[in-house]
């Protein structure tokens, strides 16, 4: 299970290394051109039910914390999927079978 901490949200997002993985390429290369956008994913167990999205800007501190220390193979198509929806009006979204808790 990886961690994804933003800012001084006072809540980290708990997500499937492997897709996170994935999200920190998309995220790192939008924001290396300097590119905002929209990050959103249901709410883990244990929170309450619903739903969030941040902004997310360069300025803003962000770091992953993966579980497992070796670096998962990445597919090719899901950083595409993933940065075609980081490219649109909604956003990039996190699937909820990624989301842990």
């Known amino acids: ?8 949200s006072e809540h980290a997002i ?3 290394d492997t897709a996170l993985a994935h999200l920190k390429v998309v995220i ?18 244990g ?9 997310l800007h360069p300025s803003i501190p962000l770091r992953f914390e993966f579980h497992e220390p070796s670096v998962p193979e990445l597919d090719q198509k899901r950083i595409q999927l993933y940065a075609h929806s980081a490219n649109t009006s909604g956003g990039l979204r996190v699937p909820d079978k990624h989301i842990l808790g």
């Open 47 to 55: 929170q309450p039910l619903g739903r969030s999205t941040v902004w």
């Open 14 to 16: 708990e997500i499937d």
């Open 28 to 45: 790192a290369t939008k924001l290396r051109r300097n590119e905002s956008f929209t990050l959103s994913w249901r709410h883990d167990v």
């Open 1 to 8: 299970m990886g961690i994804l901490f933003y800012g001084s």
